[in-house]
């Protein structure tokens, strides 16, 4: 496996270790880009968001074929009926938005850097989250699993932060 992790627009806190992590995790090479954020026709003005699957359909032909690929771009994003999604998937590619999985969406926080590492954190989780996804793994039951899924960041908060030992057999990851 090789896995592509791609930033669009800029960068996010606590890129290299993710890059690091993630290496790690999936005992594969991790390849990186940073692109510029496309013109897109996926933004609806009048809720300041963008459709999910226009824009990862105009991201996905930047992947690097053969890879997993995670887009992580910074736009608010939405999915059909569903107000807001922290991430989406389609076609082998996925992508995360880091907008409202940073604290400070939520308003000033009292502590900037532990802020900062649960934005890390949080972002971590969802492109963990993600690739296992396009390795076919699917919603996990166990609360303690990265896999578990969560539609608000409260549930991204309380569930684990690696994958648990169904999982990661399925992935076949040892240890
Ligand atoms: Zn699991």
Sequence with gaps: MHIG????????????A?????AGTFRSPVSTKFIDFPFTRSFRKIRNQYVADVLLAELAPLAVSGDKTVFVVHEDLFCGSREFVFSHAKNGCAMVSATRLDP?????????????????????????????????LPDCRDKSC?????????????????????CRDSLHLEG
Excluded: H, W
Aim: proline share 7%; charged share 25%.
């Design 104 to 136: 400070r969406f939520y308003g000033p926080p009292a502590d900037l850097p532990s802020a900062g590492l649960l934005f890390r954190e949080r972002i971590r989780k969802e492109v963990l989250r993600q690739i296992g996804r396009l390795c076919g």
């Design 18 to 22: 993710l890059v690091d992590s993630l």
């Design 146 to 166: 990265v896999m578990a899924p969560s539609d608000s960041v409260e549930g991204v908060d309380s569930k684990g932060k690696e994958f648990c030992a169904k």
């Design 5 to 16: 992790l791609i930033l669009a627009g800029r960068t996010i806190p606590g890129f290299n």
